[in-house]
């Protein structure tokens, strides 16, 4: 039996599995709101009480990691793979980055939690990006290398926040004075939302609260701060898009999106996306799918965990590396 794990500034996911007819099931899992232990450490205390001995584990973490060693990002967490293996008794830990481990549970996902935004003209084994928002920002690149696609993580999301219309400007400049340097994960994330709705005037409320404001279209300012929010988010999965050349997909995760999108459209993300300038044509043959799976990082920690069994000794060097196409 392995672990495996999606640590997040607000939610952590963990689960159990074990291969069964040849496939990776989850015979238990659990969802822990992250701000209400003090350590990992403790969490795992709760979820390990009564579990059998574990042969390996992964956790995809929010923040950066070599591996070993994580230091969460919105979290006072630090995370060692000896400690964890010492304390708990496993045979193998390994440390993620969360949207590597988000990369690699790509080909987990069901069809029906694949819907596809923009068609565009896909090419086999071409390069792919991951994105997603929620309590921040993840970004990951997949790279074929001749029989697999291979992750490349990153801490896109700390990218500039680059304005593309006078009102994204106002907003940078308004952040800018409260904070200094302005990320994109400033604005594209939970927390971001939560500033561009205080931005345009509102209250302090929560994102979730702005969130189902707008789908029941209860409050007009808050369809107001998601329209902003989601062509500011589409501009920057289009910068990225320029960047890699993504034309294997371009892929859309966290919750967020999930969430909202089918009830507040897809047009400002789509626009902002396409809006490249003399670029636009090479933007629209980019394939768009919006990722509706929310154990999409867990599904990812659990297959990188399960690959350490076959190959102990070189996936603690190598928790990024893709499955299978």
């Not at 400690?83 to 008794?89: D, M, Q, S």
């Not at 496993?90 to 549970?105: I, Q, Y």
């Not at 994105?131 to 029989?147: K, N, S």
Request: glycine share 12%; hydrophobic share 45%.
């Amino acid at each position: 039996m392995i672990i495996g794990g999606d640590i997040g500034g607000t939610k952590t996911l963990l689960a159990l599995a074990e291969q069964r007819d040849g496939k990776l099931q989850i015979v238990f899992e659990r969802r822990y709101a992250s701000q209400e232990y003090a350590t990992f450490e403790a969490m795992l205390d709760d979820f390990l009480a009564d579990a059998p001995a574990l042969k390996a584990a992964c956790f995809g973490v929010a923040g950066p990691t070599d591996g070993r060693h994580a230091q969460l990002t919105y979290l006072p967490w630090k995370i060692s793979a000896n400690v964890l293996e010492a304390r708990f008794r496993l045979g193998s830990v390994s440390l993620a980055n969360e949207f590597a481990a988000a990369a690699n549970g790509l080909p987990l996902v069901a069809n029906h939690q694949l819907k596809m935004l923009q068609a565009g003209t896909p090419v086999s084994h071409a390069p792919r990006v991951i994105l997603g928002a929620g309590t921040g920002l993840g970004v990951a690149g997949m790279i074929w290398d001749g029989q697999r696609y291979r992750v490349l993580p990153g801490e896109g999301g700390h990218m500039g926040f680059a304005p593309q219309t006078p009102e994204q400007g106002e907003l940078w400049r308004w952040l800018l004075e409260k904070n200094g340097r302005v990320t994109t994960e400033d604005v594209v994330s939970g927390p971001g939302l939560a500033k561009i709705y205080a931005y345009l005037g509102g209250r302090p409320y929560e994102p979730a609260i702005i969130g189902q404001s707008a789908v029941d279209k209860s409050d007009p300012l808050a369809i107001q701060a998601l329209e902003l929010w989601f062509s500011i988010y589409g501009s920057f999965a289009g910068d990225l898009a320029l960047q890699w050349l993504p034309y294997g997909g371009v892929y859309l995760a966290g919750g967020i999106a999930a969430k909202l999108m089918p009830h507040i459209g897809y047009g400002a993300f789509m626009d902002a996306f396409n809006a490249k300038r003399e670029h636009q044509q090479v933007a629209e043959n980019m394939p768009i799918y919006l990722v509706t799976e929310e154990r999409l990082g867990l599904l990812g920690a659990l297959a990188l965990a399960d690959a350490q069994l076959s190959s102990p000794a070189t996936s603690k060097a190598n928790t990024d590396t893709a499955l299978r196409p």
